[in-house]
């Protein structure tokens, strides 16, 4: 079997000269060259990529600001803070980690999309800034680089498909390496979502960010447009296969691994017909009360009971969202709030994936890791004891905006209440969360604001209207307040464009 480090290996700077780059600023030559054997991208972003990855962090800024005052547009921007970080920070031993720099560009785009125009640009300019940090901690680590695409044992385009996929079963990554590239040359993006699906959400290793991983990168390539994707497919395959470093999954009966294997077998009970039942609201409380004590056994042979008395499987999804929510508001920390961005993922890919069977089983995969998070976060200390279902609404006299982005961050059950009051109607929950977006725009500093933000915001809406406010006032645990200070980088971006 070849060497695992012919896949992906720590560069090293090569030597030569450096081409077609005479428009930079002055740089060493040794600062453009790329590592031998590294993968290279298109040629129309290769350069902008290069000035992301070898400007010193305290010089990037002014130089990526030249660059926008030049008429390099948003999506250029975007597609090449992408690709740097796919080449130059290494998803592993977490997916998690400094690989938020990857994972955080589609939500930071999401945020950039929903904010007002003096706010456009700052998601994008801070996720550079973060990837410069990622990329210094990740040559503190050994200096990794992503390897050029295979060129031997390349299966036939026809067979490339299902090669990825026993590749991807095995957990092979040389061979899932071969079959992703030539599926990212041959392939559809809904085939390849489709079929990474199922192995991205498989397990609860990295609690969730497989699933988070393939959802955003997904989503990035339907901007910065899919003549992209064959370093993104390879390495999201790569991020895939990571199993803490623990026996073959695939030779293996490994406990991460169980709940998976089991719901395959519990998505045969939903038949055909499992989405034509009528919506029931009122289920959606019985899926959120039992999670809070169901093993990820009970909770997905409930989702099934639910199904077949009738239940529609979006009330379902519902209580699994309010769940999430609920543990935020019990531990404002970094695990449940996990739980509210993976079922973000999860839910997406729910709704993406062209297969039937897959979509039942990330049903049932998204209820049974609600309690792996329960437990991961009582690992972590105690949880409160907040009850969103029974959460009672503040004095409407004492609610209004002003008061409740005092309260977050201070307060954080008074500004729950409070938000149950402000946001009555959907204008009003829209102002609401028009507010929180330019909080995370003005006072984040971290991956997870934008990430967490991004996901509790944009899930609202997809929220039944009976519970939808509920789900905001959990989440209100974990925004943005008045309190705290603005970021110098807001500060300059604010400024200079």
């Known amino acids: 079997m070849p060497d695992r480090r012919q896949f992906f290996r720590c560069g090293a700077a090569a030597a030569g000269g450096a081409t077609g780059l005479s428009w930079l600023p002055k740089l060493s030559a040794a600062e453009v060259e790329l590592p031998n054997n590294a993968v290279q991208f298109r040629s129309e972003i290769e350069p902008l990529v290069r000035l992301l990855e070898t400007s010193p962090r305290e010089q990037l800024m002014d130089r990526v600001l030249a660059k926008i005052r030049q008429g390099t547009h948003y999506q250029e921007l975007l597609a090449a803070l992408f690709l740097a970080g796919i080449r130059n920070v290494q998803p592993r031993p977490s997916v998690g980690f400094k690989f938020h720099s990857v994972l955080v560009v589609h939500s930071a785009h999401q945020a950039a999309i929903a904010a007002s125009n003096e706010h456009r640009w700052t998601p994008l300019l801070w996720s550079i800034d973060y990837f410069k940090r990622a990329q ?78 393939l959802a955003n990168a997904y989503r990035t390539l339907n901007v910065i447009g899919w003549q992209h994707c064959e370093p993104v497919v390879r390495s999201l395959c790569y991020a895939i296969l990571n199993h803490n470093g623990e026996p073959n999954p695939a030779t293996s009966d490994l406990a991460a691994d169980r709940d998976g294997r089991a719901n395959w077998n519990l998505a045969d009970q939903l038949g055909k017909h499992w989405y034509s039942t009528k919506s029931k609201p009122v289920e959606t409380r019985v899926v959120a009360e039992s999670l809070r004590t169901a093993t990820p056994g009970q909770a997905a042979k409930l989702v099934v009971e639910l199904i077949q008395s009738g239940t529609h499987p979006d009330n379902i999804y519902d209580g699994i969202m309010l769940a999430s929510a609920e543990l935020v508001s019990q531990q404002p920390g970094i695990v449940p709030l996990h739980a509210v961005t993976t079922s973000n993922a999860i839910r997406y890919l729910y709704r993406q994936v062209q297969d039937n069977r897959i979509r039942q089983w990330l049903l049932l995969q998204n209820a049974a890791f609600v309690p792996h998070f329960r437990e991961s976060a009582k690992g972590r200390g105690k949880l409160g004891s907040s009850d969103l279902l029974e959460l009672q609404a503040a004095e409407e006299s004492n609610a209004d905006l002003e008061r409740l982005f005092k309260q977050i961050g201070s307060d954080r059950q008074a500004a729950a209440q409070t938000v149950l009051s402000v946001a009555q109607t959907p204008e009003a929950a829209h102002q609401l969360i028009g507010r929180a977006r330019e909080m995370v725009f003005l006072k984040g500093n971290d991956a997870h604001d934008y990430k967490f933000s991004s996901a509790a915001l944009e899930d609202y809406y997809q929220i039944d209207p009976a519970w939808r406010t509920r789900y905001l006032a959990g989440c209100s645990y974990l925004l943005h307040g008045d309190s705290e200070p603005t970021t110098g980088l807001a500060k300059r971006v604010l400024q200079e464009l």
């Open 136 to 213: 210094q901690s990740d040559v503190k680590e050994g200096d990794w680089t992503m390897a050029q695409s295979p060129t031997e044992k390349l299966p036939d385009p026809p067979q490339a498909l299902k090669a990825l996929d026993v590749a991807m079963s095995k957990w092979d990554i040389e061979a899932a390496d071969a079959a992703a590239t030539v599926v990212a040359r041959t392939a559809t993006g809904g085939q390849i979502l489709n079929l990474l699906a199922k192995h991205a959400a498989r397990d609860y290793r990295s609690i969730g960010h497989k699933s988070i991983y």
